[in-house]
């Protein structure tokens, strides 16, 4: 199973270590490198760092072309 399967998986609820539960999430852009994007998790109860993430450029470039065409995804072989 490869992680394209999924497209663009995001989060929305995160076990936060200070609230002691799972918590609602929002992502927060940290970095833009130019082979990838690095994403922060963050509680939106209190603002605690609770998870990162990972995007590829291709998979970055893929979203974006997607959202264009209306949420079709083109594969090219």
Same mark, same amino acid.
């Given at each position: ?7 663009? %998986? ?6 936060? &270590?200070?609230?002691? &539960?799972?918590?609602? /999430?929002?992502?927060? %852009?940290?970095? /833009? %490198? ?26 970055? /470039?893929?979203?974006? %072309? ?7 995804? /083109?594969?090219?072989?």
């Amino acid at each position: 199973m490869s992680d394209r399967q999924f497209g663009e %998986l995001r989060a929305s609820s995160l076990y936060c &270590t200070r609230c002691g &539960t799972a918590q609602p /999430v929002r992502e927060r %852009l940290l970095l /833009v %490198l130019p082979d990838r994007e690095l994403h922060e998790y963050v509680c939106a109860t209190c603002g605690d760092a609770v998870g990162t993430k990972e995007v590829s450029a291709a998979d970055v /470039v893929s979203a974006r %072309l997607a959202q264009r065409r209306g949420g079709r995804q /083109v594969r090219i072989l």
